[in-house]
């Protein structure tokens, strides 16, 4: 058996599948009422995208238990998102692991983990 690593999502994708509406957020410093500095987090955009669920992990980790999900969105190419953005989906905030252009430039695909 031959697979192929070749992501090739180009043909497959169709505008009607990005139903999902997401929005892609940023923590960054900015400045109260009072003078004093606070994070918080800030959209930057709120594309539609594709979802697909990858993978469910519990674990326990220091006597607790944790559960890591593992999410990718297929979004209309963007420029200036990073790993360092988050992604917010029906009220869970997700982090962004690895940002993937697809070859024609059209689309990408951001790979994301949530853990409780």
Do not use: W
């Not at 500095?37 to 995208?49: D, K, L, S």
């Not at 992990?57 to 220091?62: A, D, P, S, T, W």
């Not at 190419?77 to 997700?94: G, M």
């Amino acid at each position: 058996m031959i697979v192929s690593t070749n992501r090739q999502y180009d043909n497959s994708i169709h505008i009607g599948e990005l139903r999902n509406t997401i929005e892609i957020q940023e923590y960054k410093r900015v400045v109260n009422d009072y003078g004093g500095t606070e994070y918080e987090y800030n959209t930057v955009c709120t594309p539609r995208a594709k979802v697909k669920y990858i993978s469910t992990n519990e674990y326990l980790n220091n006597s607790s238990e944790s559960v890591s999900y593992l999410i990718k969105f297929i979004i209309r190419s963007r420029k200036n998102i990073t790993n360092d953005n988050y992604v917010l989906f029906q009220n869970e905030r997700y982090n962004i692991v690895h940002v993937y252009p697809f070859s024609n430039m059209k689309y990408m695909e951001l790979t994301c983990e949530r853990i409780k």
